[in-house]
């Protein structure tokens, strides 16, 4: 069966390039869009073998749009697809829940060698697990949603909050929290941390959910399943 393989990349002609290529590669392209909002959308629908990301989108930050697919238990395999190249980038597109990343410009061989390894090792993805959880990360307006209600987070909020729920019921620890929340490297002390934290769980209040960012002492953070 061919892997299938979902494109977002705000470059028409590159968007276009890519889509040939990749089906005369013998993939089938599922969709090729050129917003995160759009991506998000169809790949929650219908989740691909693989995704091919660009950071920076009109509407999202790639990276944040990975993030929130991890939260909803979307496990797709993601390669990023950047001219961002230094370390710091890779390393938060890593952070964000990546599993490859190709700088531009790149070799279309290289490209294919790497999706067709990570479509080997993909699991399978449902659309029913994107709903076992109850809160909705929504990476284009920075805001999350449950039970009718949507609060706003700032870029910092909606990345820790993003690492969390994308491994919820085990103990995320501080210095991965610390390296998804702030991708560029920041130097941040513990008690920075804690007050996003603490922010969080007021904005959970706000959505009337029984759940909550529990204290692990001495290590970091977990929501409870």
Same mark, same amino acid.
């Given at each position: 069966?061919?892997?299938?393989?979902?494109?977002?990349?705000?470059?028409?002609?590159?968007?276009?390039? @890519?889509?040939?290529?990749? =089906?005369?590669?013998?993939? %089938?392209?599922?969709?090729?869009?050129? $917003?995160? *909002?759009?991506? #998000? &959308?169809?790949?929650?629908?219908?989740?691909?073998?693989?995704?091919?990301?660009?950071?920076?989108?009109?509407?999202?930050?790639?990276?944040?749009?990975?993030?929130?697919?991890?939260?909803?238990?979307?496990?797709?395999?993601?390669?990023?697809?950047?001219?961002?190249?230094?370390?710091?980038?890779?390393?938060?597109?890593?952070?964000?829940?990546?599993?490859?990343?190709?700088?531009?410009?790149?070799?279309?061989?290289?490209?294919?060698?790497? @999706?067709?390894?990570?479509? =080997?090792?993909?699991?399978? %993805?449902?659309?029913?697990?994107?709903? $076992?959880? *109850?809160?909705? #990360? &929504?990476?284009?307006?920075?805001?999350?949603?449950?039970?009718?209600?949507?609060?706003?987070?700032?870029?910092?909020?909606?990345?820790?909050?993003?690492?969390?729920?994308?491994?919820?019921?085990?103990?995320?620890?501080?210095?991965?929290?610390?390296?998804?929340?702030?991708?560029?490297?920041?130097?941040?002390?513990?008690?920075?941390?804690?007050?996003?934290?603490?922010?969080?769980?007021?904005?959970?209040?706000?959505?009337?959910?029984?759940?909550?960012?529990?204290?692990? =002492?001495?290590?970091?953070?977990?929501?409870?399943?």
């Amino acid at each position: 069966m061919e892997p299938s393989v979902a494109i977002a990349e705000d470059d028409r002609t590159l968007r276009a390039l @890519l889509s040939r290529g990749l =089906r005369e590669e013998g993939f %089938a392209v599922s969709c090729a869009v050129g $917003s995160g *909002g759009e991506l #998000l &959308d169809r790949v929650m629908a219908a989740p691909p073998d693989v995704i091919v990301m660009d950071i920076g989108l009109p509407d999202a930050d790639g990276r944040d749009v990975v993030a929130a697919l991890r939260a909803r238990d979307i496990w797709t395999p993601v390669l990023i697809l950047t001219a961002r190249g230094n370390l710091t980038d890779r390393l938060s597109g890593f952070h964000s829940g990546a599993d490859d990343y190709l700088p531009k410009p790149f070799s279309f061989a290289e490209l294919i060698v790497r @999706l067709r390894s990570l479509a =080997r090792r993909a699991i399978p %993805a449902s659309a029913d697990m994107a709903e $076992s959880v *109850g809160l909705r #990360l &929504d990476p284009t307006g920075h805001c999350v949603s449950a039970n009718g209600v949507a609060v706003s987070l700032t870029p910092t909020e909606f990345r820790l909050l993003a690492a969390l729920e994308a491994r919820r019921g085990t103990v995320v620890r501080r210095a991965a929290l610390i390296a998804a929340a702030w991708p560029n490297g920041a130097i941040v002390h513990d008690n920075t941390l804690d007050a996003y934290v603490t922010r969080l769980r007021r904005k959970l209040r706000e959505l009337k959910l029984t759940e909550a960012i529990e204290t692990v =002492r001495g290590v970091g953070y977990r929501v409870a399943e």
